[in-house]
């Protein structure tokens, strides 16, 4: 069993950065892949980024490649996105996922088996 809780969500005008904190409980976190969503009003919930159980090997939708970042911290129980250059497009719930199949996580959200509860970010232009 895997709770996640985000953190980190907030209002930032375009341009600028924020970073968000997902925080695991559960023995087994570090056997997970972890992965980021987002979820824009009126849009389905669409793949930001995932990292390896180990910490390589990030990847990244096109739309935010070069702009986030993501780290976990398997000691803490966490992981981290990093967005810069933020975007009013990039304004949406986003949310955390664990999931131990790389094919759900990447390409089937649907199949992935935990998500935290979402944390918004507002980007004004």
């Known amino acids: 069993q895997v709770q996640l809780v985000e953190s980190g969500g907030g209002l930032v005008q375009a341009g600028g950065s924020l970073r968000l904190s997902c925080a695991g409980s559960?023995?087994?976190?570090?056997?997970?892949?972890m992965g980021w969503f987002r979820q824009a009003p009126g849009k389905e919930r669409e793949f930001v980024g995932l990292?390896?159980?180990?910490?390589?090997?990030?990847e990244y939708a096109d739309s935010v490649k070069g702009r986030f970042t993501i780290s976990r911290d398997n000691a803490k129980n966490t992981v981290s996105l990093q967005l810069n250059s933020l975007k009013p497009e990039d304004t949406a719930v986003y949310y955390c996922?664990?999931?131990?199949?790389?094919?759900?996580?990447?390409?089937?959200?649907?199949?992935?088996?935990?998500w935290g509860k979402g944390a918004l970010v507002t980007v004004s232009s």
């Open positions: 996922a664990a999931e131990q199949s790389y094919g759900s996580i990447r390409y089937d959200p649907g199949g992935v088996e935990y």
């Open positions: 559960g023995r087994t976190f570090n056997l997970y892949y």
């Open positions: 990292i390896s159980w180990s910490g390589g090997s990030p």
